[in-house]
């Protein structure tokens, strides 16, 4: 059974450019969350994605979006990026909707400069 | 407002010095408390579930509890490999799906 993966693993961007993470959910799990770990914060909650549909989203402007793909994989897309969307995110898959049981992947660490 | 706050920030023990960890909630209907752990460089790894008020869960050397306001990650005679951050999430019923994390505590035991 596979865990959850993303990539990159880290990457350097400059401010007003577009990064897409990428994830890949564990095997037989149809959610998806993304999620922003700024250094010494918790996670916070960007959006869900359930078969195929946003399924509820954080207080993150639309230039942070999203896609789930017919195998539960997902993206996430963020455009005009600024100096605060340094951060770790996160994505989590799970078996179904509004479990707090999430498996993680281990984060693509992104630096806006 | 749903947060959540965690204390203390940090926590240094010794090998076998037990001592607990406490996540703190303010949130409009509670679907569910998580623990969380997370090691440096890595995704948090999830530990437990509590649902309501008088609930434990035991895993190995964690002992988590929840009254309607706190939890508790109570640690018995802690080794070195025990040393993370550990993160506390609530979801609200009202919130969907989200989890809401604190900011963690981050415990170091020394040998």
């Known amino acids: 059974e596979t865990g959850v993966t993303q990539s990159p693993t880290h990457l350097i961007k400059t401010r007003g450019q577009q990064v897409t993470l990428r994830c890949s959910s564990q095997s037989g799990h149809n959610t998806v969350s993304w999620y922003q770990q700024a250094l010494g914060q918790g996670p916070q909650f960007i959006f869900q994605y359930y078969r195929e549909e946003e399924n509820g989203r954080g207080n993150f402007p639309p230039r942070f979006s999203g896609l789930q793909f017919p195998n539960y994989s997902s993206e996430l897309n963020v455009n005009a990026l600024e100096l605060d969307d340094s951060a770790l995110y996160l994505c989590?898959?799970?078996?179904?909707?509004?479990?707090?049981?999430?498996?993680f992947g281990e984060g693509s660490r992104l630096t806006v400069l | 407002e749903d947060q959540v706050t965690q204390s203390p920030e940090a926590l240094r023990l010794q090998e076998g010095e037990s001592s607990s960890l406490n996540c703190s909630y303010t949130v409009s209907g509670l679907r569910g408390l998580f623990w969380y752990r997370q090691d440096p460089g890595k995704g948090p790894e999830f530990l437990f579930t509590l649902y309501s008020a008088g609930e434990e869960k035991e895993k190995e050397r964690l002992k988590a509890t929840l009254t309607k306001k706190e939890s508790f990650l109570h640690i018995t005679a802690p080794k070195p490999e025990d040393s993370a951050t550990y993160l506390c999430?609530?979801?609200?019923?009202?919130?969907?799906?989200?989890?809401?994390f604190g900011k963690g505590t981050t415990l170091s035991v020394s040998s």
């Open positions: 989590a898959s799970s078996l179904g909707l509004n479990t707090g049981e999430l498996f």
């Open positions: 999430a609530v979801q609200a019923r009202q919130a969907g799906t989200a989890l809401i």
